[in-house]
């Protein structure tokens, strides 16, 4: 099984979950190909795949590194399909896992109350749907945002100052 991966070649010493992934998968077996580390994926991840061989039978790989945006991902998948690879997720189920508003209705009853935002402006809408109270401050800390707690997520917009706290 091929193993795609973001961890530095070679592994140093110690690292992250993404070099203990993949010391592990060597260790069971798997056959690295290193992608460009990059966390934001500016490097060619297509390159690599460019230079694998084709497959005579099909072989099933995994990728292991950083949530790539969609299209990315699409574009590995259809670069390692004409290699003969085949990542077990096709896009469809790896969207399906690894964004919230399509793994939310999986999720629903093992987890609190949560709601997708995709527009600044429906930031108020969509907390009422999740809660009214918490609304309500967010509208009353409207002129003075240093009311409001930070949030209690991870953010990964773009651009990143839409993550500053205080909000603008």
């Known amino acids: 099984m091929l193993l795609l991966t ?33 966390a934001d994926h500016r490097g060619d991840l297509l390159a690599p795949i460019a230079e694998l061989a084709v497959r005579e039978r099909r072989e099933p790989a995994v990728w292991v590194g950083t949530i790539p945006e969609p299209a990315t991902y699409r574009a ?33 009853d093992l987890t609190p109350g949560s ?3 995709t527009e600044l402006d429906h930031v108020h809408r969509d907390l009422l749907r999740v809660s009214p109270r918490i609304a309500r401050r967010a509208r009353d800390a409207r002129t003075d ?18 993550c500053a706290w205080p909000p603008n």
């Open 145 to 162: 945002r240093s009311r409001l707690p930070p949030p209690a997520m991870s953010c990964r917009a773009r651009p990143p100052s839409l």
């Open 115 to 117: 709601v997708v935002v």
């Open 6 to 38: 973001q961890a530095p070649d070679p592994l140093p010493d110690d690292g992250d979950d993404i070099v203990a992934s993949t010391r592990a998968a060597r260790l069971a077996g798997f056959t690295a190909l290193h992608l460009p580390p990059d």
């Open 76 to 108: 590995v998948y259809a670069a390692l399909r004409d290699r003969g690879v085949d990542l077990v997720n096709d896009p469809d189920q790896h969207l399906g896992v690894m964004e919230l508003d399509q793994a939310y209705p999986r999720l629903a």
